[in-house]
């Protein structure tokens, strides 16, 4: 369920210049926790500046099986796939009450032809999102599942010095599930393996780094 939202003092305030010019053409929405913002699969011509809040991507198989591609947090945006007028390649949902900037297909292309620099902006974040994409598929098809545990857990490591623990908040095992292409089963039982050999802490929707992990279990 979305509504208009009243102005407020700066609901810009999480955005680059760039992407601020953009936004302030769209419509301000309101989201619920849990609101599907973008079906798979549907023809979609929006894309969505997202104001406030954090929103999970993600993809379903005929099983009803999960696969997280990922999260997108305030100061981003997304839907920019569908601008070509092809379906929507995944589901997107809030994952907390959410703002967000709402632009047609139509607007975007006025801003492009008005601020044509945004374009690199643009054309730099389908670059990022593909090479995350390749990066997901190699591990898919290279590693194991504690292969793909480590890649992830480590991959939130990145700005921390090393030697230097470090915790993942918000985080369950269906998450890293949905993340990796497991059970949550098996996430758990791997989990509790690095947790005895005194690699990791778990806690309530918490894990924390305490050292490098190994390369194999």
């Not at 607007?107 to 997901?136: D, M, Y």
């Not at 230097?164 to 985080?171: G, H, P």
Request: charged fraction near 25%; aromatic fraction near 6%.
């Amino acid at each position: 369920m979305s509504s208009t939202l009243p102005p407020n003092d700066d609901p810009y305030a999480a955005l680059i210049p760039e992407l601020r010019s953009l936004a302030q053409r769209g419509i301000q929405r309101s989201y619920r926790k849990n609101t599907v913002l973008i079906n798979e699969g549907e023809a979609g011509d929006s894309l969505f500046v997202l104001l406030k809040g954090g929103v999970k991507v993600f993809a379903m198989d005929e099983n009803g099986r999960e696969i997280t591609y990922g999260t997108i947090d305030a100061g981003d945006y997304f839907g920019e796939m569908s601008l070509d007028g092809g379906p929507r390649s995944a589901s997107v949902i809030t994952l907390e009450a959410c703002t967000c900037a709402v632009l047609s297909r139509t607007q975007v292309s006025e801003h492009l032809a008005e601020e044509p620099g945004f374009a690199i902006n643009l054309v730099a974040q389908l670059i990022r999102r593909a090479r995350a994409a390749t990066e997901a598929a190699r591990n898919m098809a290279l590693l194991n599942v504690y292969g793909r545990l480590v890649a992830l857990l480590e991959e939130r490591r990145s700005d921390t010095p090393d030697g230097e623990s470090i915790t993942l908040q918000a985080i369950t095992h269906q998450d890293i599930a949905n993340r990796v292409g497991a059970s949550r089963e098996m996430v758990s039982r791997l989990l509790k393996d690095l947790e005895k050999g005194g690699y990791i802490e778990l806690g309530a929707k918490r894990i924390t780094l305490k050292k490098k992990l190994p390369s194999r279990w």
